[in-house]
Nanobody, 119 residues
Framework: QVQLVESGGGLVQAGGSLRLSCAAS????????MGWYRQGSGKQRELVAL???????NYADSVKGRFTISRDSAKNTVYLQMNSLKPEDTAVYYC?????????????WGQGTQVTVSS
């Protein structure tokens, strides 16, 4: 149905920036929303940012004003621009797609990409 390919993680110093990308591929599906989640070591996975097919966005309080989620609907791709990164942003970042297929709703996780912010 849907496959997700993430890219853009890496190591950056505090105050730096990274841009994550997540491309959805497949056939017969329509995206309702795509989001970025993260899971730090020993922590639960948490929502970072979400964008709907209509363009509405939602952010975790901890990233508001620093991270921006955007999308290219034609490419079924979502981006997460991360600025002013802090060591506490270190985590594995996962893309998640919410989509319709044959009239039913599904969600699917990407494989994750590591973001490490050094102090």
């Amino acid at each position: 149905q849907v496959q997700l390919v993430e890219s853009g993680g890496g190591l950056v110093q505090a105050g730096g920036s990274l841009r994550l990308s997540c491309a959805a591929s497949g056939s017969g599906f329509s995206i309702n929303a795509m989001g970025w989640y993260r899971q730090g070591s020993g922590k639960q996975r948490e929502l970072v940012a979400l964008i709907t097919s209509g363009g509405s966005t939602n952010y975790a309080d901890s990233v508001k004003g620093r991270f921006t989620i955007s999308r290219d609907s034609a490419k079924n791709t979502v981006y997460l621009q991360m600025n002013s990164l802090k060591p506490e942003d270190t985590a594995v970042y996962y893309c998640k797609a919410y989509y319709l297929y044959s009239g039913l709703s599904y969600s699917y996780w990407g494989q994750g990409t590591q973001v490490t912010v050094s102090s």
